[in-house]
């Protein structure tokens, strides 16, 4: 079981990292063929690139910590601290993939068994962390709806994987 989680921490980063490499090095000979030889260096004409693929890879926002830390005064965590601001609340149901009830989750029972200082559960995402999410969200949607239109106004699942 540990070695598993510690294959699973090792190569999502590793991926990560190889899909910035190859991202990079197609960058790299596209403006290269744009450019030509050095004999021939004109300057790259931004309109003749497309992109063709966004990968984004983002961590949870703020959260209450995982276990007490270890000191003798503990923080309070106040359950307010999970409030969910008015532009971050959207109605959902979590369902299995079949579409059925949520499924269990042993994370969420581990999580629960610690009670931190305050009354809140460990690990839950706090308003600052909603806020952090959704401040990400509308960076993203300015940067490719708006700006450089690769993603349609309106979600299109055939355009996310």
Same mark, same amino acid.
């Given at each position: 079981?540990?070695?598993? %989680?510690?294959?699973?921490?090792?190569?999502?980063?590793?991926?990560?990292?190889?899909?910035?490499?190859?991202?990079? !090095?197609?960058? +790299?000979?596209?403006?290269?063929?744009? +450019? %030509?030889? &050095?004999?021939?260096?004109? *300057?790259?004409?931004?309109?003749?690139?497309?992109?063709?693929? /966004?990968?984004?890879?983002?961590?949870?926002?703020?959260?209450?910590?995982?276990?007490?830390?270890?000191?003798?005064?503990?923080?309070?965590?106040?359950? +307010?601290?999970?409030?969910? *601001?008015?532009?971050?609340?959207?109605?959902?149901?979590?369902?299995?993939?079949?579409? %059925? *009830?949520?499924?269990?989750? *042993?994370? &969420?029972?581990?999580?629960?068994?610690? /009670?931190?200082?305050?009354?809140?559960?460990? %690990?839950?995402?706090?308003?600052?962390?909603?806020?952090?999410?959704?401040?990400?969200?509308?960076?993203?949607?300015?940067?490719?709806?708006? &700006?450089?239109?690769?993603?349609?106004?309106?979600?299109?699942? !055939?355009?996310?994987?």
């Amino acid at each position: 079981m540990i070695a598993r %989680g510690f294959r699973a921490r090792l190569w999502a980063p590793l991926g990560a990292l190889a899909s910035l490499a190859y991202y990079l !090095q197609q960058r +790299r000979l596209a403006l290269a063929q744009l +450019r %030509g030889t &050095d004999d021939q260096r004109q *300057p790259v004409d931004r309109n003749l690139l497309e992109l063709k693929m /966004v990968q984004v890879v983002f961590r949870h926002g703020a959260r209450s910590p995982l276990k007490p830390l270890p000191q003798e005064e503990q923080v309070e965590w106040n359950p +307010r601290l999970l409030e969910v *601001p008015p532009q971050t609340h959207f109605d959902y149901t979590v369902t299995s993939l079949a579409g %059925g *009830p949520k499924p269990y989750s *042993p994370f &969420d029972a581990k999580f629960r068994e610690t /009670v931190l200082r305050g009354g809140m559960f460990a %690990g839950q995402l706090t308003n600052v962390g909603m806020w952090q999410m959704f401040a990400l969200g509308e960076r993203l949607r300015k940067n490719y709806v708006e &700006d450089v239109p690769f993603l349609s106004p309106t979600f299109n699942p !055939q355009e996310v994987l």
